[in-house]
């Protein structure tokens, strides 16, 4: 019954694309819903598609800072660190095949957890992983491979999600893929199969497939509205979710770059981690420097009207969009911490004077859907 609704919705979402292909509406960017925030019932979401479900945190944490280049990660510390996101409550943690050692410091943190904590504890934390497979023959032995090898690191009978990702669109393997990860579910080895960096017209084949696609990973940020702007009508539609990264765009969304002139040569903090390096790029893609520091100026007048940080509020705003489950915030585990913040997310509500507000500087930036493309394009365009 689940499969004949989401057939009959991605129906409905194919006749209403063809009527308004000539034109360009920017859905959802005026969509924000303000809700009143109470109990656990806000701090977590439930993705799913058919029978295939899977509660999470709504703020994830990120591991892509475990692959190098934001400091050297001590394996101990680090899962010290997990450990102490995990009993304030952030128990989500979201990594990659290629993320250096992250599928492996889940592993050991995971048998801590099963060591030290009660199982009830236990129920509560979840691994998202993806793999980025090259660009080779889609076999059921290949991806079966693959897919043990993450297992094992993260030391799981069944990994709790398994987030894909395909680089050219050109080579329909991905479909090929997908089936397989599909029949690793049936099998149990995988509890929920999942998208990241995929574009609108993508998902909806893959939907179209038959593939039970519980969510899609996506940047979206106040600066990068795109996914509201396609993806977002066809997830309502068929109650895919979004799960977002570049929500704070590496640490630029902070106290730390407000009030900051990057043009003078040591002016400024640096830009030091791959992440704010890529991140100003979509800055300044998007209007500016100048334009973002209005954002950022915006942004703190509401923060400090509620008592929180910048990037508390630049969460919350994105976690309010239609169709988005969660949202990352990375972690540099063993190096630095924001607990207190990310915390604070789920008790801010933030109201129609402040939505506004964001929403007016927000809307003077370039439209990022013609400039760049649609949800992953990024990643496809030489």
Known sequence: MAAVVVLNNLALYKSKSTKTRSGSSR????????SVATGEE???????NGND?????????GMWQTSGGWGRIDRDDAVEAMLRYADAGLSTFDMADHYGPAEDLYGIFVNRVRRERPPEYLDKIRGLTKWVPPPVKMTSSFVRESINVSRKRMDVSSLDMLQFH?????????????KHLTDLKEEGKIKTVA?????TERLQIILENGIPIVSNQVQHSIVDMRPQQKMAELCQLTGVKLITYGTVMGGLLSEKFLDTNLAIPFAGPPLNTPSLQKYKRMVDAWGGWSLFQTLLQTLKKISSKHGVSIPTVAVK???DQPAVAGSMVGVRLGLSEHVQDTNAIFSLVLDEEDVNSIQEVSKRGKDLLKVIGDCGDEYRRA
Do not use: E, M, Q
């Not at 806000?42 to 799913?48: A, E, G, H, I, S």
């Open 27 to 34: 859905l959802g960017s005026n969509s924000v819903k303000c």
């Open 42 to 48: 806000t701090r977590r979401v439930t993705v799913k």
């Open 53 to 61: 479900s899977l509660d999470i945190c709504r703020v994830l944490n």
């Open 166 to 178: 395909w680089w050219d669109y050109s080579n329909p393997g991905y479909l090929d893929a997908l």
């Open 195 to 199: 998208l990241t960096n995929f574009d």
């Open 317 to 319: 705003y994105i976690l």
